[in-house]
C-alpha cells in the first residue's frame, strides 16, 4: 500500500504572506501532478513534475519535486484570496493511475 | 458547452431509489474515469474507460454500475445505496488512458438518506 501524506491540512493565512505545504510518501514515483479545487468544483491540474530535482513556477507558485521522486512542495508568494483552495498531489503509482492526497486546504484572507 | 459537464449537479436518493449521474466531454479525449470523494478522504478511482472500454474496476461494489455508450459520454448507475454513499462524484477525461492532464467536472453531490 502506498501511503501519501499531506500537511499542513489546514492552512489560514493573510493576503501578502507565504507558504509551503508538502507532500510526502516513503515511495518512489515516475511523476506527480499537483491540482487546485476550488469549492463547487472538480480539480484543476496546476503542474505535472517529473524529473527528481525538478523545479516549476507558475507565476506565484513554485513546485519542487524531491530528488528522490518521493516528495514535493508546492510554495506560493504573496498568497491572494484567489488562491484559496484545496490544494492536492497526485502522483503516478502504476501504467496510467494516479494516487490522490488528503489535500491542504488554503484559505487566504484578504 | 466546453470542457466536462456533468449532471445533475445535486442528488438526493433514498436507498432503495435507482438513479443515474451522466458526464458528458466535449474535448474529444478517448479515456473517461469516475472518483469518489468523501470528506476527509482522498480522491478514489473507481473505474475508468479508454476508447469505452472499461479497463479499470477498482473493487467497486455492484450498485455502482458504469456504462460508456460512446468516447464522450458516462454514465454512473446507482441503486440500492448506502448513506456512507454519500459524496461527490467526480468524472474526469484524458486524451488518452493516464497521459498528461485529467480534465474534471464539477462534480454531482449526492446524498443518500
Known amino acids: 500500500t502506498q501511503l501519501l501524506e499531506q500537511s499542513p491540512q489546514f492552512l489560514s493565512i493573510q493576503e501578502g504572506e507565504n507558504l509551503t505545504v508538502y507532500c510526502n510518501s516513503s515511495?518512489?514515483?515516475?511523476?506527480l501532478q499537483w491540482y487546485r479545487q476550488e469549492p463547487g468544483e472538480g480539480p484543476v491540474l496546476l503542474v505535472t513534475?517529473?524529473?527528481?530535482?525538478e523545479v516549476k513556477k507558475l507565476k506565484r507558485l513554485t513546485f519542487q519535486f524531491g530528488d528522490a521522486r518521493k516528495d514535493s512542495s508546492l510554495h506560493i508568494t504573496a498568497a491572494q484570496p484567489g488562491d484559496t483552495g484545496l490544494y492536492l498531489c497526485a502522483p503516478r503509482a502504476g501504467t496510467y493511475k494516479y494516487i490522490f492526497g488528503t489535500g491542504t486546504r488554503l484559505k487566504v484572507l484578504a | 458547452e466546453t470542457g466536462v459537464t456533468q449532471t445533475p449537479r445535486h442528488l438526493v436518493m433514498g436507498m432503495t431509489n435507482k438513479k443515474s449521474l451522466k458526464c458528458e466531454q466535449h474535448l474529444g479525449h478517448n479515456a473517461m474515469y469516475w472518483y469518489k470523494q468523501s470528506a476527509k478522504k482522498p480522491l478514489e478511482l473507481m473505474f475508468v474507460?479508454?476508447?469505452?472500454?472499461?479497463?479499470e474496476n477498482n473493487s467497486v461494489p455492484s450498485r455502482f454500475s458504469p456504462e460508456c455508450p460512446n468516447s464522450s459520454h458516462l454514465f454512473l448507475h446507482l441503486h440500492t445505496l448506502q448513506p456512507e454513499d454519500s459524496a461527490l462524484y467526480l468524472c474526469?477525461?484524458?486524451?488518452?488512458?493516464?497521459?498528461?492532464?485529467?480534465?474534471f467536472g464539477p462534480g454531482t453531490r449526492l446524498t443518500v438518506t
Open positions: 515511495s518512489v514515483f515516475s511523476s
Open positions: 513534475v517529473v524529473t527528481g530535482g
Open positions: 474507460y479508454s476508447l469505452e472500454e472499461r479497463v
Open positions: 474526469a477525461s484524458s486524451q488518452a488512458l493516464m497521459t498528461g492532464e485529467q480534465y
